[in-house]
C-alpha cells in the first residue's frame, strides 16, 4: 500500500503514545517476554513509522521486559536451495566462496519488515549469531535470549525461542497472520518424524571467515494457518485492533505445546 493510500484511509494517525494505548488495551504489560511479528503498513499512517511502534512496545514493556522480534537473513544461505528467485547452477560456487560472512553488527533482514529492520538497530538492543535465523532482543532477559544460539537446528531447542519459551513468554501478531508465527518451527522440531538436511553458510569462525555446514530440519510454515485455527478454537486468544491492525497476543508455551502435537499427529505418531 502506497502511503498516500495509508493516509487516505486512516481516521486519524496513529502516534507511539496511542499505540501504547492500543497495547496495553490488548494485554500487553510491563515486564512482560514478547516476541514481535509485524506488519508497519497495516497500523495505519504512523507518526515517527517503525521508529514510534518499537518505541511504543518498549514504552509498554518498559526494562522489566524483555522484547524479541525475528531478524532472520535467508540469503546467508546455500544458493542451492534458493527459489524465490534460483540462481543459476555455475553461480552457487561463486557464492559460496564470496559470500560476505554473517555479521550481527551489519547483515540486513530478508523480508523481516520495516519494524524488525529498526528494532536491530536501536541503542542496547541485542542479535543472536546465527547466519539465517537470528533474533533480537531488548530488555531483562536480551542476554539469556540470544546467547548461544545453536548453528544445528537453529529454530529448535539451542534457539531464542526456546528461551522464551523457559521463560513462558508470548507472541504479538501485529497485522500478521500464524504464517509468520515463527514460534510454531519450535513445534516442528519438537514433534517426533522430522525429515534432517544439510544446510550452510558464511560465518566467522576464530576471525576468519568460513562456509559453516550444518544439520537442521526442513520446516514448512505452510501449515500454520490451520494450526492456529485449531489452535485458537481449543485456546481464548486476547484479540484486538493495534491502530488499524488486527492483533493478537497469544501465550506462547500452550501455541509451542499444541504445534508439537499437531504435528506429531500429522505425521502419524
Not at 557464492?95 to 542496547?124: N, S
Not at 501449515?223 to 485455527?229: C, D, N
Not at 506462547?252 to 506429531?264: I, S
Request: proline share 6%; hydrophobic share 40%.
Amino acid at each position: 500500500m502506497s502511503e498516500q493510500k495509508t493516509i487516505a484511509s486512516a481516521p486519524m494517525p496513529r502516534t507511539r503514545q496511542s499505540l501504547a494505548d492500543d497495547l496495553r488495551a490488548l494485554g500487553l504489560r510491563e515486564g512482560m517476554t514478547v516476541i514481535v511479528h509485524s506488519s508497519l503498513s497495516s497500523l495505519g499512517w504512523v507518526c515517527g513509522g517503525a521508529v514510534a511502534v518499537v518505541q511504543a512496545l518498549m514504552d509498554v514493556l518498559t526494562e522489566k521486559g524483555t522484547l524479541v522480534m525475528p531478524t532472520h537473513s535467508s540469503e546467508f544461505s546455500d544458493p542451492k536451495y534458493w527459489q524465490n528467485p534460483p540462481v543459476p547452477k555455475e553461480w552457487h560456487e561463486i557464492i559460496r566462496e564470496t559470500m560476505p560472512a554473517f555479521d550481527p553488527q551489519i547483515t540486513p533482514t530478508r523480508g523481516m519488515g520495516k519494524i524488525v529492520d529498526t528494532f536491530r538497530t536501536f541503542p542496547g538492543v541485542l542479535r543472536s549469531y546465527h547466519p539465517h535465523v537470528s533474533f533480537a532482543a531488548w530488555g531483562k532477559h536480551k542476554e539469556l535470549v540470544t546467547a548461544n544460539h545453536s548453528l544445528a537446528y537453529g529454530l529448535g531447542d539451542g534457539s531464542p525461542l526456546a528461551r522464551i519459551y523457559e521463560l513462558d513468554g508470548s507472541v504479538l501478531l501485529l497485522g500478521v497472520g500464524y504464517d509468520c508465527n515463527t514460534s510454531l518451527h519450535l513445534s516442528e522440531h519438537r514433534a517426533p518424524g522430522t525429515v534432517l538436511e544439510k544446510l550452510g553458510s558464511p560465518i566467522f569462525k576464530d576471525g576468519q571467515r568460513i562456509w559453516a555446514t550444518f544439520e537442521d530440519i526442513e520446516i514448512d510454515s505452510s501449515q500454520f494457518p490451520e494450526v492456529g485455527e485449531q489452535f485458537e478454537a481449543a485456546h481464548p486468544t486476547q484479540a484486538g485492533k493495534i491502530g488499524s491492525a488486527d492483533a493478537k497476543l497469544i501465550g506462547q508455551r500452550a501455541l509451542v505445546d499444541f504445534g508439537t502435537a499437531y504435528f506429531a499427529k500429522k505425521r502419524g505418531f
